[in-house]
């Protein structure tokens, strides 16, 4: 079944587990997607820039979308963003016939004035086709294209298949409100907004309106709870969670290699992965930087027990 | 007589002369300022990036408007581009009750989408006054703000003041068509359009309606003689004299000090500056350079005596 | 008494008070001068982009300048970041005159190698003058200029007057480890390194050997007590503390205008700052904003009770 | 026979022809092939920005390198630039496997520092592989990466792989100047550097001591006679022909899909594409550009007989 605006919840965004010696590690990357069924998400997004994506070629690359694919039931999101429609192209379909759910596409730091963004996801729509579901992404911090809400009505207007909104600009509440502003006064069809940006602003995101989360935070249950518990009002209650996290969640989500380094070594701290590594370019943790996140870990653990790990 | 849409011709780009020891030397501002009234030219523009103006410091920066000012009844435009509005508006201020024409104002690159864009020059129309007429930059080369021709009419639209557009994207010949194009349907007022980028495309900008131009070439009469020649139908002896210029002009407008060198150092040879000196951070010419400029205007004489410069 | 490398503590960022019609408010300005003493600050910091330096002219930001400077016997350090070396000269000279400590200077953002990076600070420092001590700032985020640790050693070496290091890179940890590792192995001098980006990462910057922090968060109280708790050993009650303000001050530190609009409100709610306007262009806190910061000032005061705020 | 830095001469850069329906029109590139070949350049650049790589799936990439490589006895050079190493790997290995001589790599626009710039091209050439020659291209104006002479020869340094410049800095005359004198001194090993940039300083860029011209202009033969004519001495000679072109050559040389449109245009008009289709996104030239080209060919055919085309 193809994705639609009415997914809500939680869609991590998924790493990519390999061997030390760079072999991509299909068993963590099986236990990983059993992990996430059991946490409770909604959905599945991988291949992103968090997945490495770039350092996979193309047969590696639909390998593990199949693999994910055919292991889970969730709904699976894969991105495809490319430097070319054909390669685009190419990929969408080949990963739509094994069963995935959408796409994901990101706008090229090269596009500057809002009818190059536009004329931009008008193409690469029409290069999918128009029957592949594709979630867009505006992260400017990352991409360096800054899309005001009225251009994303634009996008989303322009474009039936455009179907949800990874949204991680940076600051962004006043954004959500806007464009569910524009859902109200019918000037924009609804459309599906999950957060990304590791989830700095969700608790706030969460009250502003959005469906959920999608992002790679090293614990979805904590995104799980904070939008489930924002949906049922308990207002402080996900905050307390929230707040609790934050310490680790600002370090996890240090920009770029580093980041995803943190990320993975958590995932192998859980026993998700059996591997820290990353293909090269990588960055490895300085054994400081692993004492922090140790000691960001521990303070975690007293107030939410699922951060508390064996030595 | 402020500066109106009405405006069309050549309109000189002025670098500002100094003394080796980098003092301003108002002997040759004096010269160049009568040496463009020779030449036929419709009006200056001082201050601007050629002009070195970041170089100089309020207190310069007026002394050379109030001296230009004083010793032409050209209609100057002044280039008062600045980091805030506050200093914007201060020297706006300061060369209007000097009786400057206009004023010039590009863009800062931090600027992304169109809502950005427009709401700036907004802004900056509202923080010189109403009553100060000024001239749009238009150059994503050197300033990397991109703008549609539907942005440009909206910035015309929304600023009554705004009654020049300074060409100079590139490519650009189909832009000036479509802006030439909303004139025509009604949907923007008429503005004068000058074209900048060193002239490289006058020959074909001339045709496609443009008014003149507005940039910094060596030899003026050039682009006084196409401006008037295209204007009278004689196409192709304005491309005659063009092409003839063609490889010195591409040389000169490289980008950046280099190019400002080689219009200092033709201004020299030409008699107008005494010296070629930049203020620091400069680059001068290396004899290998110096040699090719020569070179180029030597071969330019064959056609154009007015480049036969005394050895 | 100029600025030397031996600074550390606590120096914030101050914002400038506005009436509502725009003017500066000068007996906000005392207010907040003798707030900053008050809590045990190091210094200050003035002009910079959260003073909304660009929207005071020459004039206005002297005359802040000259205010501050008079009022208090703290150090003072005066942003100077300009178009051009001469403004930058001019405004530098005349603070200095006035008993300013040093200065700032930020890197325009063209610069692109690490030659041209170079090159402008020697030009800088030559313009401002070899006896004006200045702050090197190393923030890539804004000014999207990425120095490496090898390069601010350069910088560093290349001119005796650079003092002190305004780090904030993001990430950025690893960074302060190698540069203190160059001071160890002799190959760079000492200088202060003190961090802004809102203080995000202080609890573990102060870790990893700053001199203090140097950032305009609302409730400097809270960086002096974590820069002393670290440098007593305290870390974990350094921790507590930070983690208390962690939620809020991660809202305040959302870039641009909306920054310093939750800055300047809660100023002005602290009784600092008489109102919270900006000049424009500006951003104001929608009603929701509002409420958000409201919220997690209560929920900060139930732990540190100078959060506790009259109604 | 690999790619080595003994290269020299002209090889251009070779756009992909398209049937109207947007199909490959293999006998068009045959016929480009061997127009190529007899007009006796030293070799091709294929799958290139001016190839419209980016809009050609991995097989039809291996496709159109397989069959030009199967035709020609020339050195075939493929443009193997990819947003992730692995794609890049894959690519490189395939194309060496059907016979290339070399690829080209251009640098991701998001690196900034001389690290950064250094970094990718190492990993690159690991990723590649130690066997596999490439074309470092240095195209700040499309790239947005400045590299300065000293980082292209840590680069040509760390990488023995690295055989060839295809450099269109600009300006860049003082660049070549500098790189040649490395070799001189000794501290650079020679590579082969060839211009691109349209040629647009192709006449005196030989004279500086470039190897040839790696670029898409139209006429590929005036660059075979300019070459040759400055390697002979006969300056005036060379320049009397450049000149000639350069009106054309300048319209050519506009950035982006329009300099495509005019290039496939005149191959077109040339009788060697049957069809000037570009594949989407695209731009066609108008009723007003394509008068413009033809006058300009027009113009040209009076010196150069080759520009006379069959109307």
């Known amino acids: ?47 992103g820039q968090l997945g490495e994506a770039g350092k996979l070629d193309h047969a590696e690359g639909t390998a593990v979308a199949r693999r994910v694919i055919g292991r889970t039931r969730l709904p699976v999101i894969v991105g495809v963003t490319a430097p070319g429609f054909a390669a685009m192209r190419s990929l969408a379909r080949d990963v739509m ?17 809002d009818d190059q963004v536009a004329a931009y996801f008008r193409n690469a729509a029409e290069a999918i086709g128009p029957d592949v579901p594709f979630v867009l992404q505006d992260y400017p911090l990352t991409f360096s294209v800054a899309m005001t809400p009225a251009l994303i009505r634009r996008i989303v207007t322009e474009n039936p298949s455009c179907v949800m909104l990874k949204h991680e600009d940076w600051p962004g509440l006043e954004k959500i409100t806007t464009l569910r502003g524009y859902e109200r006064d019918g000037s924009m069809r609804r459309i599906a907004i999950l957060v990304g940006n590791g989830g700095l602003f969700l608790d706030f995101e969460a009250e502003r309106g959005v469906d959920g989360a999608n992002t790679g935070y090293a614990f979805p249950e ?12 308990r207002r402080d209650e996900a905050h ?14 240090q920009q770029g290699p580093l980041g995803l380094a943190v990320r993975k ?20 943790l300085t054994p400081q930087a692993t004492e922090e996140v140790e000691y960001l870990l521990a303070r975690l653990a007293r107030t939410d027990p699922r951060a508390r790990l064996p030595g």
């Not at 193809?2 to 869609?11: F, N």
């Not at 587990?17 to 099986?30: A, C, K, N, Q, V």
């Not at 016939?97 to 004035?113: C, D, Q, Y």
């Not at 070594?265 to 490895?284: E, H, L, T």
């Open 97 to 113: 016939e094994m069963g995935a759910a959408g796409v994901m596409i990101a706008p090229p730091n090269t596009l500057r004035t």
């Open 222 to 233: 904590m995104l799980v709870d904070v939008v489930r518990l924002t949906r049922e009002g």
């Open 1 to 47: 079944m193809p994705l639609t605006s009415d997914i809500r919840g939680v869609v991590p965004i998924a790493p990519t587990p390999f061997h030390p010696d760079g072999r991509i590690d299909e068993t963590s990357l099986d236990r990983m997607v059993d992990y996430f069924e059991g946490v409770g998400v909604d959905g599945l997004t991988i291949l």
């Open 265 to 284: 070594y958590v995932f192998k701290r859980r026993g998700i992965f059996a591997s820290d590594a990353q293909r090269k370019p990588s960055q490895n």
């Open 240 to 253: 307390d969670l929230f707040d609790a996290h934050l310490p680790y969640l600002r370090y996890e989500q």
